[in-house]
């Protein structure tokens, strides 16, 4: 089965700061991995995504996250944190149900990032 | 957020009522989603739904009802709820469930408080 943990509920960290929010996913197959963000009371925005090929993946607002395969893990990160980067962070999975029936995402239950002034 | 609209943004009802969520997607997509968010929860994948088809109910109880009259609407009709059912309700779409690259939008959610 397929699932993604995200260890820490929260992760605090001064602007202008490196940010890291962890991930870490078990999977049958071949990963296919993705991060997304949620501000206050808006729905969840793609932010990157991990299929194949480069192991660091950039994608919006500058946010870059990096899968390594030997410890299961896609670690976003941000070389330069901003209070506006504030909001709740999911990564997610995607089930291979079958060769052609990608129905499911698994998400992680989510970390807060505070970025304090 | 034009690309995937939810209405009501806010819903209030007793466990006796009778009410439906509406989404739209405007982004030419295939798939339909609903997901329940609760509180330091993971999302919860409730319906998917591709080409209009249902493709997967994920044990949802019969007091929730999706319906999906084309590519481009989504809702999801709440008949005798319970209070533990109060959470944000999210609708999301993708290209479609063929390939594992896509990735899904998201509407900003319904919050349902069940009184």
């Known amino acids: 089965a397929q699932s993604v943990a995200q260890p820490e509920d929260q992760v605090n960290v001064a602007e202008g700061n490196p940010l890291t929010v962890k991930c870490t996913y078990s999977v049958s197959g071949n990963p296919y991995l993705f991060w997304y963000v949620q501000y206050p009371n808006r729905g969840l925005q793609f932010l990157l995504k991990?299929?194949?090929?480069?192991?660091l993946v950039k994608g919006s607002y500058g946010f870059e996250a990096e899968f390594n395969k030997s410890q299961t893990s896609f670690h976003l990160k941000k070389p330069s944190a901003l209070v506006s980067d504030s909001a709740l962070y999911f990564c997610a999975v995607r089930d291979i149900a079958g060769i052609y029936n990608f129905n499911k995402f698994y998400f992680g239950s989510g970390t807060k990032l505070n970025v304090k002034p | 957020e034009t690309g995937v609209t939810q209405t009501p943004r806010h819903l209030v009802m007793g466990m006796t009522n009778k009410k439906s969520l509406k989404c739209e997607q405007h982004l030419g997509h295939n798939a339909m989603y609903w997901y329940k968010q609760s509180a330091k929860k993971p999302l919860e994948l409730m319906f998917v739904y591709n080409f209009k088809e249902q493709t997967e109910n994920n044990s949802v109880p019969s007091r929730f009802s999706p319906e999906c009259p084309n590519s481009s609407h989504l809702f999801l009709h709440l008949h005798t709820l319970q209070p533990e059912d109060s959470a944000l309700y999210l609708c999301a779409s993708s290209q479609d469930t063929a390939s594992a690259s896509y990735e899904q939008y998201f509407g900003p959610g319904t919050r349902l408080t069940v009184t």
């Open positions: 991990y299929i194949t090929g480069d192991n």
